[in-house]
């Protein structure tokens, strides 16, 4: 049941997933059943370490990873977060005065901020920029490449337009750079939380070092995610404690949410490809619908490296913030950016802004699909906005 | 329901505790009616705003705080490195170049091991000693006061040995030195995570600026915890991102755990009292009748200034993990020292050495009560130890 209010349509799937019927079930049973420390000697213990253990085998077929290459974290900003500055603050720790990072103009929050501390603690970014497409160019990340480069940090796929970026190529490259430089740096980090649901995320495919995903992007539990640690990369930790999670992630297990994610990923996994199919036909109806009924609008972001649940277009001259609030009205909830930039009350978007249509960064609507939408919400969709355009 | 195996008992509630039936049904009803991000802007957006509003609201009561003092975490642990490590870091940011902080020798691994890291920061630490009754002296903690102490830290009662620490004093002896000194410094946090069952933690009594508290310490759900944080007093962040929690904890709001946590804390309200009571009687008989049945133990920590719910007791030369392993083939459930310790593969405890009983280090058990225990409970645990004990 997603939405109790079934006259509403709910179109902003990137910002949150509701959690699955079955994901509550299997939560709801270990915290009634399991509610021990994992790290406790005794019978009921040792059963947590072992639900704990088994979830976490259970994701390592997703990942196609180890076990013990999964740290679980409180959630995407953390993992985004601890790849970031706890590869910075080892690589401090071995030595290197200013670690430079690379990444792009279009990160998620959780990575920019994370980059902007590494600048307050002495070090160095670079912010690449993207093409008019919302694509990095593996070649402008060759050319940042520098003998102190620690960590490269790309998103799988943006949060806001969806676009999918060549992280396999970029793997293929800082592979092949550390191989000629004799180097076990850069690292490489990448943010599969929107990705997830629709890409393969086999991270050796990937030739990832660091991986995060967030259970609240993936019909999954809240307040748990995941940062996936190739074996044997350094990593100093962020949080100080008891020491589990082998030390880099102090805090008592939330074993209720590892099993609830641990689930999550099983449906995932078995809907990815029957859902990117049935999205992408109702992503290639919304696009040719919104472009007809409203001949100014543009779509931003490429059309084809893009995730199938994103529509992101643009309504030259008209108020983003405006045509939420419009819609909202008339049932439809969607968002004018990602969900964590009306915290900072700044209506205008900086990942469109990265694609050089500064005009549409303040007129632009981001519409994400999900498990319960229908090329009928779009028709929705799409009637409301010629409303509150004033069209009708 | 505690146990499902109802023949076993559990006497490990300072590790963890249940989840309270009702906490898990509000959790389950805020999942599926409250998904929404409570940053969307949209209806459902708003009415997990509303919804994470009233959730804090209600604590504060418990509390006697504002709302705004509430900063939610992923748990205690979070909540404890967030107050030394942010305190520390905003103290070296206005300029202090080597802040100074003043804790004690039995506080949690995630108040320790935070201050640890603020040495390797260019800190300096002072952990104060004990008494043999496991108490901080106030006088101690202000012989160590300094012109550049920043933060005292002290736990309003121990996780192994259940001693209540003098927080209130501490808290007007620290308010007489900032009015003496003209400073706002040193802050004063205390770790609350065990003491909230049990002890009135009105933050204006205690005169504290930062309380931390968990979820799983107080029948609530797991990977939520609290810190208070008093209006006005600095602190940095540690997670960068979205902004959320007056930009002092990034990252979507867990809100089914932020609703279940309230829920926890109005049940926690409305027990203290009784079980208080209660509990100190089965403590007390605990504690005659294993001192009468086996005439060398000792009670570790001051029989008075303690938790009614915890009794630790020394064995003299039984070794501490051969006891918990044997308990539990006898149908027991404890630990004997504080869980975290058990993943360092260290059967000593530290708390225990600090009382001066290093004999009794290696040779004690943890047995925490809750609100499942009985009479009956002790009397099986005593049965069940002379029986290890080769008594009978």
Not at 46 to 74: G, H, N, W, Y
Not at 154 to 175: C, D, F, Q, S, Y
């Amino acid at each position: 049941m997603l939405n109790p209010k079934n006259k509403r349509i709910f179109l902003d799937y990137a910002s949150v997933t509701p959690v699955v019927e079955e994901v509550l079930e299997v939560m709801q049973k270990c915290a009634r059943e399991n509610f021990a420390n994992p790290s406790a000697l005794y019978e009921e213990g040792r059963e947590s370490k072992e639900v704990m253990k088994s979830a976490r085998q259970k994701i390592t077929d997703s990942l196609k990873c180890r076990p013990q290459e999964i740290i679980f974290t409180s959630g995407g900003t953390e993992s985004d977060n601890l790849a970031v500055l706890g590869v910075f603050q080892s690589a401090k720790n071995s030595g290197l005065v200013s670690p430079h990072i690379i990444t792009t103009q279009i990160e998620h929050p959780a990575v920019l901020e994370a980059c902007r501390q590494t600048e307050r603690w002495g070090g160095e970014v670079t912010y690449l920029p993207v093409s008019e497409d919302g694509l990095v160019s593996v070649k402008d990340v060759e050319n940042a490449l520098k003998e102190n480069t620690v960590l490269v940090s790309v998103m799988m796929a943006n949060n806001e337009i969806g676009t999918i970026e060549p992280i396999a190529e970029i793997g293929r490259l800082i592979k092949k750079w550390r191989e000629k430089k004799s180097s076990n740096f850069p690292y490489f980090h990448t943010d599969a939380c929107q990705a997830v649901l629709y890409q393969d995320i086999d991270v050796r495919r990937l030739g990832v070092d660091f991986l995060t995903l967030d259970g609240i992007k993936m019909y999954g539990p809240r307040g748990i995610g995941i940062l996936y640690q190739k074996f044997n990369v350094p990593l100093s930790q962020m949080l100080y404690g008891g020491g589990q999670e082998r030390g880099l992630r102090s805090g008592t297990e939330n074993l209720p949410a590892i099993v609830g994610l641990s689930k999550a990923f099983e449906i995932a996994d078995s809907l990815r490809e029957k859902e990117s199919v049935r999205l992408s036909e109702i992503r290639g109806y919304a696009f040719a619908e919104i472009l007809s009924a409203f001949p100014n609008a543009k779509i931003n972001g490429s059309t084809e490296e893009r995730l199938p649940n994103n529509i992101n277009a643009c309504f030259p001259g008209v108020d983003s913030e405006f045509l939420v609030v419009a819609l909202d009205v008339e049932g439809i909830a969607l968002s004018y950016s990602s969900t964590c930039r009306t915290l900072k009350e700044d209506s205008s978007s900086y990942v469109i802004s990265a694609l050089g249509r500064e005009n549409c960064a303040t007129s632009s609507l981001r519409i994400t699909l999900g498990r319960q939408s229908t090329k009928g919400d779009i028709d929705s969709l799409v009637k409301a906005l010629k409303k509150v355009l004033n069209l009708v």
